[in-house]
């Protein structure tokens, strides 16, 4: 199945000069969603994690699914204010801004390999972020995991050679 035919270009959003990569077609049909899923278990099995780990929102689409597939964890991370247990957090740099990442203080556990899952690698702020929070927990990253990279926008210099696979580039 050709993925990409299910990610819907959307000119100018949110502003001016953007395209939008919209994957809302590619959950909305049963079978992209399930062939998905298959192909990242797949494809990211090779990680031999113990954990997986998403950013909300679009994240958590992905990795619980994908968790429940291979067998394993699923560890929330979200926006501050949003756990309800003591957390720990890390400020990242965006390429107009900073932001901060979230994860309960329990939920990774000294040692365990940790598989970071997101929608899209642009330009690897998040992912970064991600990484740093996980490393700051203890955890050690076995990979990152992405839907769709795109390759134009170069995110993948800011995971400083750390181990990711993507299905679609673009």
Not at 22 to 36: Q, S, V
């Given at each position: 199945?050709?993925?990409?035919?299910?990610?819907?270009?959307?000119?100018?959003?949110?502003?001016?000069?953007?395209?939008?990569?919209?994957?809302?077609?590619?959950?909305?049909?049963?079978?992209?969603?399930?062939?998905?899923?298959?192909?990242?278990?797949?494809?990211?099995s090779s990680f031999n994690?113990?954990?997986?780990?998403?950013?909300?929102?679009?994240?958590?689409?992905?990795?619980?699914?994908?968790?429940?597939?291979?067998?394993?964890?699923?560890?929330?991370?979200?926006?501050?204010?949003?756990?309800?247990?003591?957390?720990?957090?890390?400020?990242?740099?965006?390429?107009?801004?900073?932001?901060?990442?979230?994860?309960?203080?329990?939920?990774?556990?000294?040692?365990?390999?940790?598989?970071?899952?997101?929608?899209?690698?642009?330009?690897?702020?998040?992912?970064?972020?991600?990484?740093?929070?996980?490393?700051?927990?203890?955890?050690?990253?076995?990979?990152?995991?992405?839907?769709?990279?795109?390759?134009?926008?170069?995110?993948?210099?800011?995971?400083?050679?750390?181990?990711?696979?993507?299905?679609?580039?673009?």
């Open positions: 199945m050709n993925l990409r035919e299910h990610i819907r270009d959307i000119p100018d959003f949110p502003k001016e000069g953007i395209v939008y990569f919209d994957i809302t077609p590619l959950l909305g049909d049963a079978d992209a969603f399930k062939y998905t899923i298959d192909q990242m278990a797949e494809k990211f994690p113990d954990k997986i780990a998403a950013a909300e929102a679009r994240g958590f689409i992905f990795g619980a699914p994908l968790a429940y597939k291979m067998g394993i964890g699923f560890v929330p991370i979200r926006k501050p204010g949003k756990l309800p247990y003591e957390t720990i957090s890390v400020d990242y740099d965006l390429e107009y801004g900073t932001d901060t990442l979230c994860m309960h203080v329990d939920a990774i556990k000294e040692g365990e390999r940790v598989l970071l899952i997101d929608d899209v690698l642009a330009t690897g702020g998040t992912a970064q972020g991600m990484v740093s929070l996980i490393e700051k927990a203890g955890g050690k990253l076995a990979g990152i995991g992405f839907l769709v990279e795109l390759n134009f926008l170069e995110g993948q210099k800011k995971l400083n050679g750390v181990s990711h696979k993507t299905l679609v580039e673009i």
